[in-house]
Each structure stands twice: as structure tokens, then as C-alpha cells.
């Protein structure tokens, strides 16, 4: 298949919505020869930080001289981009040599009468294909939604499964209590893998350590970070590990204070996967640590005016953008770009948030059938804030923050991660047309 027939494949497969468990996955994996038996892994799951998690733990892995596949939703940059090896996604052709392997097991299923597979489950087979074929070392896999029954949990042969926070997130599919959604994300668990968790909240940590005894897994809990320093281009704190090693001075280039929480747990994670032949030195971590680039979390796209970028999308990620908020950007004037998807927590991430903006201009994720129309986000924003436009695309939104924006004021394109990365294309494109100094602008890499 060539790259414009995978992009038109991938884009009709939107139409099969989201259907969690493990049966088509199953089925699929098994006509490709179960690529993903024959890697590792360390699994992420949890409401917020997967992501950060993810990046932190396989780039300091990458940095100690490994293979590192890693594969993360949404994509930011297009299909095949959340499917990386060392930092970098894999090559368009095998991309799309991979994409043709699994359009054939999907035929031969639909052709026996069989569901055809989601864009998430053909884009997880293709990702463990691509890792199978590489002969990756190790793998760090974030879970899409959920855990127990989320594509990426058909995996058997995990190292560490690691849970990050947990807060109330997709309702409809995992349930409707913290519990209920901790025991679908605590299904990531295998026998014998270490568990690392930040879960702090006793009633979720029962959840977890009744699924790690279950499967005789020992459970390492995250400490306090100590001495730390907060800034938006690096941050500094010492830690002490669960088996005693103290690390002074860690540093971090991520802004956020929250980024220090998922350090943390990525430090903890690569201490377990030393005991499971993956050793990593000091100076291995240090480098990894500051080295990471994760883009759309906090992430400083543009200076002068600030631009940043930040995926927070439901309550619990919408009350830690605001704590950052008010930590940065005290007495700064700040105007928001802010598009939702409909099935998200709308009216409490606005109640979090609006406190702190002079001025919403909302937008519509483009190409995305579960997205919130701008002017019926704007409605809803206008029970909270009085200044609120629609704007009519994302290109409109960005030229009219720029056109309200001082050179010190501070502006925020947050909501769905899903247009952040249009959000980095509009910005290169309008720094190269206005001749400007490219500041902050920055990819996924290692």
C-alpha cells in the first residue's frame, strides 16, 4: 500500500468508533503471528501522565543504549507518528508494510463474519509489528483507555505495569466510581511484573494492591520529590527511591509542577527494570531525565508572546493546568485557545480554568467525529466567562490571540490533544512566513 492509500484505510476506520475488549485484537494479532509475544514491555496506565511517563522512561532507556519502541495515543503529527523507535516513528515504509499486513488478517476476519477492527486496534497491531520486526529490546506502551479490556492489555510478557494518577475519565466505558475505574486500569497487571504507582487516595491504592496480590506482583509506591526547584525552561529535585538509592540534583527541562510527580515515577520504573536485566547508570538516568521532549503537556511552543500548549482535558488535568497557572503566570494576562470533545468533562475543566483568562477563544478539533463544536463550546464557556468568540478554525483562533497577545502575556491553547499537533504546525508555518527566530518549537524526539 502506498502512503495514500494507509491515510485513506486509517481514515475509514473511524467510523468502527471505539469497542473495548480483546477479542478482535486477539484475532488480529494471532493471523500476524502474535508479533507482540516475542517483546517486553513496560505498560502505562492511568487518567494523566501516561504520556510524560512514557517519554521520560523510554528516553532514558534510549540514552542507556537500548532498542526502545514506544507507542502513545493520539497521534499529534498524523498517522505512524505515535509509533517510534529511539524518539524517532518508524520509517513510512515499513509504516505502511505493516499497515497492508494487518488490512489482510482484518479482510480475512470480516470475510469469516468477524467484526472488522477499530483504527486503535489496527494502529496497536501494526505498532507491535513494527517492534517485532526491529527486534526492539524493550517496549513502553501507553494504554489508549482503560486497562483491563483497552487493545494494548493483550500483551502477556510486561516488566513493570505502571499506573499514574486516577480520576474520573471516560464514564461511559469504565464505570462511573474511582474504584470501578481503578480496577480496569489495575488490569494492566500481569503475573510476576513490579507495579509502580503515584496513587496516593487509599480506596484506588486498595484497588491496585488487591490486583498486584491477585497476581503476586510487589507494589512500590512513589515518595516526595525533596529540594525541589520549579522553572519553565528546567526544574531540579533530589529523590530517594523505594530501594534506598538517593539521587540528588535530577533535573528535568519539562515545565509544569506536576512533571516532577511523573519523574518520579518514571525514576522508579527504571530501578525496577534494573532488576529485570535492564541496567541503567546514573549518569544514563541524568541525561535521559533532562534530555526528554514531550510536546502538548505544558510545553513552551512560542516566547514573546508565551505560547504553550497543554492536553488537559478532564477535571483532574484541568485543576493541575490552573495550579501551574497560578505557580508561572501570577498577574500575567492570559488568553486561552480551548477545544473539548464532547464526551469529555466540559462544564468542570471551564469551572477549573476560567478564572484565570482575560479573554476564551474556543475552537472545533478538526477531523474528529467526537468534537465539540466551537460555538457550542462558547455557549457553554459563557456561563463562566464573559468574553468568549468562536473562532471559525484553528488558524483564526491562533491569529486572534496573537492579535490580543502583548509581547509579556501569556496564551494557552489547551483541551483535546488531539489538534495540539495543527496547533505546531500553524506556529512553524506563521514564525517561517513572519521571519522569526524559531523559539520553542518542539517535536517528539529523544
Request: aromatic share 8%.
Amino acid at each position: 500500500m502506498k502512503n495514500t492509500e494507509v491515510t485513506q484505510y486509517l481514515e475509514s476506520l473511524k467510523t468502527n468508533g471505539i469497542v473495548p475488549g480483546l477479542f478482535n485484537i486477539k484475532g488480529l494479532c494471532q493471523k500476524l503471528g502474535n508479533p507482540q509475544d516475542k517483546l517486553v514491555f513496560v505498560h502505562i496506565a492511568g487518567t494523566n501522565g501516561k504520556g510524560s511517563v512514557l517519554a521520560y522512561v523510554s528516553t532514558v532507556l534510549t540514552c542507556a543504549g537500548y532498542k526502545v519502541g514506544r507507542y502513545f495515543s493520539p497521534s499529534l503529527q498524523g498517522y505512524g507518528e505515535n509509533i517510534q523507535i529511539n524518539g524517532r516513528p518508524v520509517s513510512r515504509k515499513l509504516f505502511c508494510e505493516s499497515i497492508e499486513e494487518v488490512k489482510e488478517a482484518a479482510d480475512s476476519m470480516t470475510a469469516q463474519g468477524l467484526a472488522a477492527p477499530t483504527l486503535f486496534e489496527t494502529e496497536t497491531a501494526a505498532a507491535f509489528l513494527c517492534f517485532q520486526k526491529k527486534a526492539c529490546d524493550i517496549v513502553v506502551l501507553e494504554t489508549g483507555m482503560g486497562g483491563r479490556e483497552d487493545a494494548t492489555n493483550l500483551i502477556n510478557t510486561t516488566k513493570v505495569a505502571v499506573l499514574t494518577s486516577i480520576s474520573m475519565d471516560h464514564m461511559k466505558f469504565l464505570g462511573n466510581s474511582l474504584e470501578e475505574i481503578a480496577a480496569q486500569k489495575a488490569g494492566i497487571i500481569k503475573k510476576g511484573c513490579f507495579v509502580v504507582t503515584a496513587v496516593r487516595d487509599e480506596k484506588i491504592s486498595n484497588v491496585i494492591e488487591s490486583e498486584a496480590l491477585k497476581n503476586q506482583c510487589p507494589v512500590t509506591k512513589t515518595g516526595a520529590a525533596l529540594k525541589v526547584k520549579y522553572g519553565l525552561e528546567r526544574q531540579k529535585f533530589t529523590y530517594e527511591t523505594g530501594g534506598g538509592v538517593r539521587f540528588e540534583g535530577l533535573e528535568i527541562s519539562r515545565a509544569g509542577q506536576y512533571q516532577i510527580e511523573n519523574a518520579v515515577l518514571a525514576v522508579e520504573t527504571i530501578e525496577k527494570l534494573s532488576l529485570c536485566g535492564y541496567p541503567v547508570s546514573e549518569k544514563q538516568l541524568r541525561k535521559g531525565l533532562l534530555e526528554t521532549i514531550w510536546p502538548g503537556r505544558f510545553q513552551i511552543a512560542s516566547k514573546k508572546p508565551l505560547f504553550i500548549l497543554d492536553g488537559a482535558h478532564n477535571e483532574d488535568a484541568a485543576k493541575k493546568l490552573a495550579q501551574s497557572i497560578r505557580f508561572y503566570f501570577t498577574n500575567k494576562r492570559i488568553i486561552y485557545i480551548m477545544g473539548m470533545l464532547r464526551d469529555k468533562e466540559i462544564e468542570k475543566v471551564v469551572a477549573e480554568t476560567y478564572l484565570y483568562a482575560e479573554q476564551v477563544i474556543t475552537v472545533t478539533p478538526p477531523d474528529n467525529p467526537r468534537a465539540m463544536a466551537a460555538l457550542e463550546l462558547a455557549q457553554a464557556v459563557k456561563g463562566y466567562h464573559p468574553h468568549v468568540t468562536a473562532a471559525g478554525s484553528l488558524e483564526e483562533a491562533v491569529e486572534m490571540a496573537y492579535l490580543l497577545a502583548a509581547k509579556d502575556d501569556v496564551i494557552i491553547s489547551f483541551g483535546s490533544l488531539s489538534y495540539m499537533g495543527r496547533i505546531l504546525d500553524i506556529l512553524e508555518r506563521r514564525q517561517k512566513c513572519n521571519g522569526e527566530r524559531q523559539t520553542g518549537i518542539q517535536r517528539r524526539k529523544a
